[in-house]
């Protein structure tokens, strides 16, 4: 796993590995594909997926 770059992006990484959620099952959850989910937890990424990903994690930015 890629070091994430922002501090978002970290949290979101540890609410996935508390959830036991992969990848793949938040991008079907929020109805983005795996790739999009990928890009946005290990580079940089558009605000509309950021803003999805927050909203189900419950994380506040």
Do not use: F
């Not at 790739?35 to 994380?59: D, H, R, T």
């Amino acid at each position: 796993m890629k070091k994430p770059k922002e501090r978002w992006q970290a949290y979101a990484k540890a609410e996935l590995e508390i959830r036991g959620m992969t990848y793949a099952e938040l991008a079907e959850a929020i109805g983005l594909t795996y790739g999009v989910v990928n890009q946005a937890l290990c580079k940089s990424c558009m605000p509309g997926a950021k803003k999805k990903i927050c909203e189900y994690l419950g994380i506040t930015e």
